[in-house]
């Protein structure tokens, strides 16, 4: 395990895993929310490298990933990074999903708000 002394550069580390290769799931029965991930197996040095800084939260494995998918089509093998249920995982999801369910008209005052240009910008 990747020893992480500093909680900041964790919590860092993590958001930047959760919102770039995996997410944060839960999953029926429990209060709190894990952290998953699939990637080709010939990544395996990556996700090695992602399951060492979460062990510094909680307990972490990669196991194989079976193809379920009945469509002919040939997969690349699959391997899957799995933590245990943890209230960190709880709170990086609240805090990355902030809107909950709001009308779709406040939604769209909302993203247009952060995404679209004042009209003084436009000018």
Known sequence: MRKIEDKKELVKLCS????GDGGVYKQT???NYCFIMNMKESN????????DILENITNCKIV????????????QPQLRLTSSNHPFF???????????L??????S???SARVLPRDSELR
């Not at 930047?16 to 919102?19: C, S």
């Not at 709880?90 to 909950?100: F, L, Q, S």
């Open 16 to 19: 930047f895993i959760i919102m």
């Open 29 to 31: 029965g429990n209060k």
């Open 44 to 51: 395996r040095d990556y996700i090695e490298y992602c399951k």
């Open 64 to 75: 194989e990933k079976p193809d379920y998918n009945k469509d002919g089509y040939i997969r």
């Open 102 to 107: 709001l009308p779709i008209v406040e939604l």
């Open 90 to 100: 709880t709170k990086i999801h609240d805090r990355i999903y902030t809107i909950k």
């Open 109 to 111: 005052k909302i993203i």
